[in-house]
């Protein structure tokens, strides 16, 4: 049993290049999110989802696309890397009823 | 959305009990108080969860006051390997989705 599982852990990005995030689960959990966190900062949601495809926005979601395709799936895009997305993202699942929310070890993400 | 107020920075000698506040004077009546801890690096951990009763489990107690206004968490025994940021969050249910809002914490250094 994984639990969250995201890929790449680290990725140095030139701006304008794009990637993307992925984030796997193994607990048959409905919700899925990403979060990012700056230095010295809180997590802030980007975007999330309720189920197999659906998806929404979260407080900072402009610069990012997201897509849950499958349920244990969930993929953060970035299609024209910023500097300012320069951060580490943390992913994670849970179900409407459940108590806590499971995070993956996160991805540290550098764009120069 | 309710908000959560806690200090930023507190420290426990080893074997001691850490008692951590947390204020959310906004809370609603249906959300819950959760707290989570972040270790240097990781991803965000469940610690505990409670609505209006006093919690334990085997990592910590919730005392949450009888208003809500206010809830404590306390690590009985802090260990060197408690050191880590804890965030004291209010569940948003607006849509049933609950999202997690993360604020900037309570910085817990554990000294021998």
């Known amino acids: 049993n994984a639990g969250v599982t995201q890929t790449p852990k680290f990725r140095v990005l030139k701006t304008g290049q794009s990637m993307t995030l992925l984030c796997a689960q193994d607990?048959?959990?409905?919700?899925m999110y990403w979060y990012r966190q700056d230095p010295g900062m809180g997590l802030r949601l980007i975007h999330y989802?309720?189920?197999?495809?659906?998806?929404a926005k979260g407080e900072v979601p402009d610069g990012y696309n997201v897509s849950r395709l499958k349920k244990q799936n969930f993929l953060l895009g970035l299609e024209s890397a910023a500097p300012s997305q320069t951060s580490v993202y943390f992913c994670?699942?849970?179900?409407?009823?459940?108590?806590?929310?499971?995070f993956g070890s996160g991805t540290r993400l550098t764009v120069v | 959305d309710a908000k959560t107020t806690q200090p930023p920075s507190m420290d426990c000698a080893e074997g001691r009990a850490a008692n951590l506040p947390c204020n959310h004077s906004?809370?609603?009546?249906?959300?819950?108080v959760y707290w989570y801890r972040q270790i240097h690096s990781q991803g965000p951990q469940y610690i505990i969860h409670?609505?209006?009763n006093n919690e334990t489990n085997e990592m910590a107690s919730l005392i949450i006051t009888e208003d809500r206004k206010s809830s404590t968490l306390i690590l009985p025994h802090a260990t060197l390997r408690d050191t880590a940021v804890y965030y004291c969050?209010?569940?948003?249910?607006?849509?049933?989705?609950?999202?997690?809002?993360f604020g900037a914490g309570t910085q817990v250094v554990v000294t021998p």
């Open positions: 989802s309720v189920g197999e495809g659906t998806t």
């Open positions: 409670g609505l209006k």
């Open positions: 994670a699942s849970g179900d409407p009823t459940d108590y806590g929310y499971t």
């Open positions: 906004t809370i609603s009546g249906n959300e819950y």
């Open positions: 969050i209010v569940r948003v249910i607006t849509d049933s989705w609950g999202k997690l809002q």
């Open positions: 607990m048959n959990h409905e919700y």
